[in-house]
């Protein structure tokens, strides 16, 4: 089966939870929530949760595993805590739930940063994989690289990785 046929497989809504990472932001002052938000909800997802959490790794993994209480998420989207400052601890409290790593999406994602804000992109460590059959993927804290990420990596595969997790 051909990309294009596993893309005709994969489409419609996908269930989605948006967790922000932050010590400073309010769900007024959220710009980056409320914009992967706009992006899903523009193309038809549906967003289920949506929450803000300190830069702590116990609270960002309890957030984690009360998400994934909801069977009907299929995708968990995170933002914030993923530069190199000891507070960026988002990598470090997601990473344990992940069962298997996307190491493109990371990648890629550092490649168009650069191509916007040059060598800074270096000190992103965003990543993304599945967990417990769902995709989960970290966002940096910026509002213009959450909006880079969404529609240039995430929304254009979304429905096609929940489809693949789904097999």
Known sequence: MGLEEHREHAHGSVNCAVITVSTTRTKESDDSGRT??????TKGNTVLHYRIVRDDILGIKTALEEVMKDQSIQAI????GTGISNKDVTIEAVKPFL????????????????????TAALLSRAVAGVGSGRIIVCLPGSTNACKLAMER???PELSHMVYETGK
């Open 36 to 41: 992967i938000i706009n992006v899903l909800e």
């Open 99 to 118: 069962t298997k790593e996307l190491p493109g999406y990371g990648e890629l994602l550092r490649y168009l940063s650069y191509k916007e804000i040059g």
């Open 77 to 80: 989207i995170l933002n914030g």
């Open 153 to 155: 990596l995430v929304l």
